[in-house]
């Protein structure tokens, strides 16, 4: 299974951003994908989850901000970024598992197949 993230880059604070990401290869099922993100000197974090059944759940600190939802193309999503912080900057990476449930969402070791990641930068 292949996952591929798109639509980072350079914002100001304030802005928004779409990330896009699609899994393939493979995929015979509907999977959980998951969103997260690590900052220069940080652990990568959890960011935004939308699950097999579409049940979605966020961080704390993107909740009222951040969206996610499924793409028309089985298995792709995106995370729209309203009211970008300058703590927004991060790589995002995009994560997906047929598995995942309600209880290990937010854990970056439940999922088995990761992107690249993309680079997202808010300016202050």
């Known amino acids: 299974v292949q996952v591929d993230e798109s639509g980072g880059g350079s914002v100001q604070a304030g802005d928004s951003l779409r990330l896009s990401c699609a899994a393939s290869?493979?995929?015979?099922?509907?999977?959980?994908m998951g969103w997260f993100r690590q900052a220069p000197g940080k652990d990568r974090e959890f960011v935004a989850a939308i699950l097999w059944n579409d049940s979605t759940y966020y961080a704390e600190s993107v909740t009222g901000r951040f969206t996610i939802s499924r793409g028309n193309a089985q298995n792709s999503v995106f995370l729209q970024m309203k009211s970008l912080h300058y703590e927004d900057t991060a790589v995002y990476y995009c994560a997906a598992d047929p598995i995942v449930g309600t209880g290990s969402y937010d854990r970056d070791s439940a999922y088995d197949y990761w992107g690249q990641g993309t680079q997202v930068t808010v300016s202050s």
């Open positions: 290869g493979g995929v015979r099922s509907r999977y959980t």
